[in-house]
């Protein structure tokens, strides 16, 4: 066994596979063989796209929503050493907007230029002016993740990064290769690629990769049709599953993973009452951190379902108080952390990846305690807002509802449900119906990720005697 992967001695393996790599529905799976001549034949057309490897970094931004195609490109500009920038376009055209004016002239590499079979085709790929970016030379990964100011912020993550996490990961997580993993997660995300493709690779597992526009209903039923055996999801997903899983008695993976937002006790009941004969296991990360910190493989014996875990191999962390001042066990505060695996910064973002980068410590944002060495997360510092382990600035809701010519104010914040799934509602004061304002959001291309749940009409929002609104008003 290597001690140490890297993209080369990924590909080494992947040359040396076996079997299936990609399961499809109604079609015939991807074989490892088939999978690395993509590979080889995607990197030869990046040096027809003058894709030249060198000390000068550019930039591939790929359209995630092609699916599993987008593997074989990932992985031939990971060893060509090209930042690849993964986007949505159908779910997030606002985010894919902030990129394209991030890197203009860029093209954005979707279905019209990658065949069915994960191959680029050059020919319909038009580079009109190549760009280098000069202080990026080790970066391999820009994810653009929504954050506190509203706008989207792009993690620029390393080789050096990436590597270390699988690694790290790969101490704990080792699918079999007669494993069959669900990849629901976008290939936008750091734990899609970090912390469930790029191991499968490694191992020799077969992979389902979701499309994007995949309902529920229909992930289920694929579960158990290609009977997989491994989940990565988070907590409120994995209970829509679960429900879906009890009229579905062949959805049993052996393994459940979980992660993205705190898991709470009884949303943890119904999920293992649903799957009772899988491991479940809660880790915890986040897209700066590349994203894993910890993970706790034993939740049945664990104190309190909040527990997320050991720091991984190579990962410090240490828990905080307002001035700064590290706390003792048993305290709350806020968890900060150091390793390989922090990323470079936010790209173009220097305020912002001074704020969250002090001292070579990462400030995630995150109010824990620890207790006898395992990480307990309990929420955020902030206002932050997780539904189904996506990121939701309050802040960000509230400027696209406030597009809306008759809406005077807005304030968005989450609720958790009788489920104890967050919702995201919306309190306005406006001169239209709720109904109307959803079709306002959809009408203008709002990502959807930023779509209430609820929308309630009041007189007037809550406010301090400055004029502030308060927040914890909506949860009296």
């Known amino acids: 066994m290597i001690s140490a992967w890297n993209i080369h001695s990924l590909l080494d393996q992947l040359s040396r596979h076996t079997g299936i790599c990609i399961l499809l529905p109604d079609e015939q799976p991807i074989s490892y063989q088939r999978l690395y001549q993509e590979v080889v034949e995607n990197r030869n057309a990046l040096d027809l796209l003058n894709?030249?490897?060198?000390?000068?970094?550019?930039?591939?931004?790929?359209?995630?929503?092609?699916?599993?195609?987008?593997?074989?490109?990932?992985?031939?500009?990971?060893?060509?050493?090209?930042i690849v920038i993964p986007v949505d376009s159908l779910h997030s055209p606002r985010q894919m907007a902030v990129i394209t004016d991030s890197f203009p002239g860029e093209p954005v590499i979707g279905d019209g230029q990658i065949d069915q079979q994960g191959r680029l085709r050059p020919d319909q790929i038009q580079r009109k002016d190549i760009k280098y970016f000069h202080d990026m030379i080790d970066v391999a990964f820009i994810l653009y993740t929504s954050g506190t100011t509203g706008r989207p912020k792009g993690v620029m993550l390393t080789h050096e990064n990436i590597w270390s996490n699988v690694n790290a990961i790969l101490h704990y997580f080792t699918p079999r290769q007669d494993d069959r993993v669900f990849v629901i997660r976008p290939l936008t995300t750091a734990s899609a690629i970090t912390g469930e493709v790029l191991p499968s690779l490694i191992q020799g597992a077969s992979m389902y990769v979701k499309p994007v526009d995949q309902q529920p209903l229909r992930t289920a039923s694929l579960m158990g049709e290609l009977r997989g055996t491994i989940l990565c999801t988070t907590p409120t997903v994995a209970l829509h599953l679960a429900s879906l899983a009890r009229r579905k008695s062949n959805v049993q993976p052996r393994l459940l993973i979980l992660s993205g937002e705190p898991l709470r006790q009884d949303v943890w009941k119904k999920i293992r009452e649903a799957f009772e004969d899988a491991e479940i296991w809660n880790v915890y990360g986040l897209t700066e951190a590349s994203p894993r910190i910890s993970c706790c493989k034993q939740i049945d014996q664990a104190a309190d379902v909040n527990c997320v875990g050991r720091p991984l191999v190579g990962v410090n962390v240490k828990v905080i108080d307002e001035s700064g001042e590290t706390?003792?066990?048993?305290?709350?505060?806020?968890?900060?952390?150091?390793?390989?695996?922090?990323?470079?910064?936010?790209?173009?973002?220097?305020?912002?990846?001074?704020?969250?980068?002090?001292?070579?410590?990462?400030?995630?944002?995150?109010?824990?305690?620890?207790?006898?060495?395992?990480?307990?997360?309990?929420?955020?510092?902030?206002?932050?807002?997780?539904?189904?382990?996506?990121?939701?600035?309050?802040?960000?809701?509230?400027?696209?509802?406030?597009?809306?010519?008759?809406?005077?104010?807005?304030?968005?914040?989450?609720?958790?449900?009788?489920?104890?799934?967050?919702?995201?509602?919306v309190w306005v004061v406006a001169d239209v119906e709720p109904s109307d304002l959803h079709r306002f959001l959809i009408e203008q291309r709002i990502d959807s990720r930023l779509w209430p749940d609820v929308i309630e009409r009041k007189e007037r929002l809550p406010k301090t005697s400055s004029g502030k609104l308060v927040r914890n008003a909506s949860n009296t």
Do not use: C
Not at 68 to 77: C, G, H
Not at 349 to 366: N, Q, R
């Open 51 to 82: 894709y030249a490897e060198r000390a000068d970094k550019q930039v591939l931004i790929l359209d995630v929503s092609i699916g599993w195609r987008a593997i074989p490109v990932i992985l031939a500009a990971l060893e060509k050493r090209i």
């Open 327 to 425: 706390v003792t066990d048993g305290h709350s505060g806020e968890l900060v952390m150091a390793g390989p695996n922090v990323m470079k910064g936010y790209f173009n973002e220097p305020e912002w990846t001074a704020l969250k980068l002090k001292d070579g410590w990462l400030h995630t944002g995150d109010r824990v305690t620890m207790r006898d060495g395992q990480i307990y997360v309990h929420g955020r510092m902030d206002h932050m807002i997780i539904r189904s382990g996506v990121n939701i600035d309050p802040y960000e809701v509230e400027a696209s509802i406030l597009q809306h010519p008759q809406v005077t104010e807005a304030m968005a914040f989450g609720v958790s449900d009788s489920d104890m799934r967050v919702r995201l509602h």
